[in-house]
T-cell receptor, first 112, second 112 residues
Framework: DVKVTQSSRYLVKRTGEKVFLECVQD?????MFWYRQDPGLGLRLIYF???????EKGDIPEGYSVSREKKERFSLILESASTNQTSMYLC???????????FGNGTRLTVT | QQQVKQSPQSLIVQKGGISIINCAYE??????FPWYQQFPGKGPALLIA?????SEKKEGRFTISFNKSAKQFSLHIMDSQPGDSATYFC???????????FGSGTKLNVKP
């Protein structure tokens, strides 16, 4: 069974802090994704990566960056957290261009 | 602009009833249409998916109906059970499956 693990279930950070969200997958998947989930808006793609050190912007990349130094790990970085980044963040992975997406259980981030 | 529009936002169904969730899309290049199921505290998990070359796909109590000319697809849950209570997301993707566009979600409550 594919396992996508997000390091934190809940995070509380202050405005202006640099925040790291970590995600690890154990199935040697090429593609990894970061989504943001907000009520009434569904899931929106922030960034994705199709290989180590490769990344592409999704639909809402502003205020975020990512890092993928190893195939199994994909990090989302909030350079200077703001209150409008309070949300549920979901990491996902997939085998190359083959669906489906396998999701982690999410990190609920609160920025105060 | 939301690429996939989902309705209703919430749905209450009696045990044994039929739950119906609808989605509409504009981009005719979409060629893969999955439905994801999300329980509280968990990430979304693939429930069932369809490609546009078929009009219906059934897996157990779950059926996707697809209307290519109307650019609509729907999820039908027959004999709905309290254990089906969850949030459901429709999605669409095109080509290389790297980018999925999600609907806004439907919170289903099946009353015993």
């Amino acid at each position: 069974d594919v396992k996508v693990t997000q390091s934190s279930r809940y995070l509380v950070k202050r405005t202006g802090e640099k925040v790291f969200l970590e995600c690890v997958q154990d199935m040697d998947h090429e593609n990894m994704f970061w989504y943001r989930q907000d009520p009434g808006l569904g899931l929106r793609l922030i960034y994705f990566s199709y290989d180590v050190k490769m990344k592409e912007k999704g639909d809402i990349p502003e205020g975020y960056s990512v890092s993928r130094e190893k195939k199994e790990r994909f990090s989302l970085i909030l350079e200077s957290a703001s209150t409008n980044q309070t949300s549920m963040y979901l990491c996902a992975s997939s085998v190359g261009a083959v669906p489906p997406l396998h999701f982690g259980n999410g990190t609920r981030l609160t920025v105060t | 602009q939301q690429q996939v529009k989902q309705s209703p936002q919430s749905l209450i169904v009696q045990k044994g009833g039929i739950s119906i969730i609808n989605c509409a899309y504009e981009n005719t290049a979409f060629d893969y249409f999955p439905w994801y199921q999300q329980f509280p505290g968990k990430g979304p998990a693939l429930l069932i998916a369809i490609r546009p070359d078929v009009s219906e796909k059934k897996e157990g109590r779950f059926t996707i109906s697809f209307n290519k000319s109307a650019k609509q697809f729907s999820l039908h849950i027959m004999d709905s059970q309290p254990g089906d209570s969850a949030t459901y997301f429709c999605a669409a993707s095109k080509g290389n499956f790297n980018k999925f566009y999600f609907g806004s979600g439907t919170k289903l409550n099946v009353k015993p």
